[in-house]
């Protein structure tokens, strides 16, 4: 990736970004949303940093990664280029890994276990650092999706608040592929709203339009910025 500005404005990525960003925009005026109150989570995983740099000059500030070991290896130059960027972890989490994931991220989109609770819990306490943590509802119930059932959503807010001493700022969920993701949406967002919870994780490439008419505060974008990933290294 070269340096000059020109070069990395022309990258389509960054034309995508602004598409992104006017969508973001639109899909607010519709819902009579502020669109200061939407954080666009640009999902880099999977893609080089060669890839990451021209969206980070064209002004992104939050990525979104799903491996701690992939962003581990991968951010820490960057990190380094630029102040106020922000990462975001928004797939699953090892209790193993929460060391390294507390130490390099800045939220937590997958908290969805009492054993990871307790390990963020030692961490975050042992670090002194301040991360926003999402509960992951498993809205579909799929047996192979991570995330905490409906059904047990307000029981586990509550470890997570009382026994395991964590500050739950919001929710997040990944409605079922072949489902119509509004029930979902709207599901999560009841969830949060009888816990007190302000923050809503949903919306994807696909569908952050319809997640940000159901209250959501942070969408997951990937490849309508990025472009389509790899099969093997994908969701
Ligand atoms: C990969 C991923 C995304 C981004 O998906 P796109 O369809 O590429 O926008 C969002 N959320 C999670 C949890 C993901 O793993």
Sequence with gaps: MTDDPSEQARHPAVAALAEVRAAIDAACRDAQRDPASVMLVAVSKTFPAEAIMPVIAAGQRIFGENRVQEAKAKWPPLLDGTPGIGL????????NKARDAVALFDAIHSVDRDSLCAALSKEIAQQHRKLQLFVQINTGAEPQKAGVLPQDADDFI??????????????MCIPPADDPPAPHFALT??????????????????????AIALGATHVRVGSAIFGARPKAGGV
């Excluded at 975001?88 to 209790?95: D, F, R």
């Excluded at 967002?189 to 319809?210: C, E, K, Q, V, W």
């Design 158 to 171: 509550a470890r997570c608040r009382n026994h395991h001493g964590l500050t739950i700022g919001g929710l």
């Design 189 to 210: 967002a009841m969830i949060a709203r009888r816990n007190g919870l302000p923050s809503l994780s949903m919306g994807m490439s696909a569908d952050f339009d319809t």
């Design 88 to 95: 975001h972890l928004i797939g699953a989490l090892q209790s």
